[in-house]
């Protein structure tokens, strides 16, 4: 995936890759930028799947290239993810004793 990132100008300012570039037209990748979605299989498991974003105003990100018609997308709200890193936070905090240096304040 890391070469198909590169080749879609990822780490570039998303700017496509000069020479043999992504099938989109160089006028189209001049304000795109590579990204990873995930796809819900026909396994019902989400797969990572690169794509090229395009206008984005914070509520609706358009995708350029990369997705089909009839493709489902999984989202993970930031609510969850939030929830998801305060329990790891709590079990990690439970394992040190409280503590997030580990041990006690030793003189």
Do not use: C, Y
């Not at 990204?35 to 797969?47: C, E, H, L, N, R």
């Not at 939030?82 to 709590?90: D, N, R, T």
């Amino acid at each position: 995936m890391r070469a198909e990132m590169q080749r879609l100008g990822g780490g570039r300012g998303g700017r496509a890759a000069r020479g043999g570039g992504a099938d989109v037209t160089r006028a189209s990748t001049r304000d795109t930028r590579p990204a990873v979605v995930f796809v819900m299989g026909a396994d019902s498991i989400p797969k990572p799947r690169l794509v090229q974003m395009g206008l984005n105003d914070w509520d609706h990100t358009q995708i350029v290239m990369g997705v089909e018609a009839g493709d489902v997308l999984v989202v993970v709200g930031a609510a969850q993810l939030m929830a998801q890193q305060q329990e790891f936070q709590s079990r990690m905090m439970s394992r040190m004793g409280g503590n997030l240096f580990g041990g006690g304040m030793g003189r």
